[in-house]
């Protein structure tokens, strides 16, 4: 079958942008306790040619229960902050506040993304903006107790809601706030929409939130030096959502993904989003051969995790759903696709059939 790539001209609904997934979780239906063998067995092969980690970033990735049903939207590593967790050292000089793997929620305040930051001795670096004006300005109050230096850049992953909406915190702070051209078209258009449901969402943990427009945009690359550090802002191509960017230190063989890449959890997919594209794109991805990924959802990690999790779930369920179609199946049997393998991740007992149906109903046209 030849694959075609689609314009990404879809605008993002505004249940998405909120908080990059929505859904109801069925407190009967829970997913697996572990991978297939295979999978187990990709894992292995694909980690033995990565570079060790370090050792603070091997405590980060230590295996936590899996979270499902009741227990995926009540749970709150931090019960005495607006953020779902405390920052944590991944390397020197970058740390992550890691968000919560459920759909944004009153119980985790809107932190169901990564929060992260780089720390230089000419300032703060942070990506993502937060759900909010209080999320914000908790890990600003966490960011000030690891150091001194100002805030003086913000960068935003896209124009979801849980990456913008705290924005008007940082721009009091001083701070610069920057997104691609693309995220900032989808602040302006849906931007007030998301606002107002993430009030009824948030309730009183909403207080003082505005939606603000980015004061600087680009296009595919934005070079920013901090302390001697050198930080590439990135745009790739399509990946998971309009003005998807990444987050490069080269010189610490570290990147900051964004929503290009998802760990511990089943990506969503959506109307706008191009899976074919987004598998051309993470070539590109693949070529920057970090040793250090913090991804968009899920913990500090590494290429070959990132990889098994994104890529190959990707490819896995486009060559399924290609096959389904070479055979005239229909898209009801998409939703009958086995993906067992990846089952055990939070999130995948709504998103599954879910992201199946989508790729099913793209890839009729392609």
């Known amino acids: 079958m030849r694959i075609t790539l689609k314009n990404l001209s879809i605008l993002l609904p505004i249940t998405i942008l909120s908080g990059c997934d929505s859904g109801e979780l069925s407190e009967t239906n829970t997913p697996q306790d572990i991978p297939e063998q295979a999978v187990v067995q990709t894992i292995e092969k694909e980690q033995a040619a990565v570079p060790a980690p370090e050792p603070a970033l091997l405590e980060s990735m230590a295996v936590e229960p899996v979270l499902s049903g009741e227990a995926l939207y009540t749970s709150d590593k931090a019960p005495d902050s607006m953020l779902y967790d405390k920052p944590q050292k991944v390397i020197d000089g970058v740390w992550s506040a890691i968000g919560a793997t459920s759909p944004s929620r009153y119980e985790n305040s809107g932190h169901n993304n990564n929060l992260s930051f780089v720390i230089t001795s000419d300032g703060v670096l942070v990506v993502n903006a937060g759900g909010s004006y209080l999320l914000a300005e908790a890990l600003h109050t966490e ?94 191509g399509p990946a998971h959502s309009p003005g998807d960017i990444i987050v490069w230190l080269p010189e610490k063989q570290l990147v900051i993904s964004g929503d290009m890449a998802f760990h511990q959890r089943m990506l969503p997919l959506f109307e706008h989003t191009d899976t074919a594209a987004w598998i051309v794109t993470w070539e590109k991805f693949a070529a920057l051969d970090a040793k250090y990924v913090i991804p968009g959802h899920g913990g500090p990690t590494n290429m070959a995790e990132v990889t098994l999790y994104t890529k190959d779930y990707l490819l896995y369920l486009r060559e399924k759903v290609g096959a389904l179609i070479e055979e005239g199946g229909a898209l009801l049997d998409a939703y009958d696709i086995d993906q067992s393998a990846y089952m055990h991740l939070p999130t995948a007992e709504f998103l599954s059939k879910r992201n199946a149906g989508q790729v099913f109903q793209s890839m009729e046209f392609e």
């Open 143 to 236: 960011i000030k107790k690891i150091t001194d230096q100002p805030v003086k850049v913000v960068v935003l992953e896209n124009g979801q809601g849980h990456a913008m909406l705290g924005s008007n915190y940082w721009k009091e702070q001083g701070a610069t706030v920057i997104a691609h051209k693309d995220a900032a078209h989808e602040i302006e258009e849906n931007a007030a929409a998301i606002l107002e449901e993430s009030k009824e969402v948030l309730k009183e943990k909403a207080e003082g939130t505005e939606v603000v427009m980015p004061d600087e945009t680009f296009e595919d690359k934005k070079v920013i030096e901090m302390g001697g550090l050198r930080i590439e802002v990135l745009n790739l």
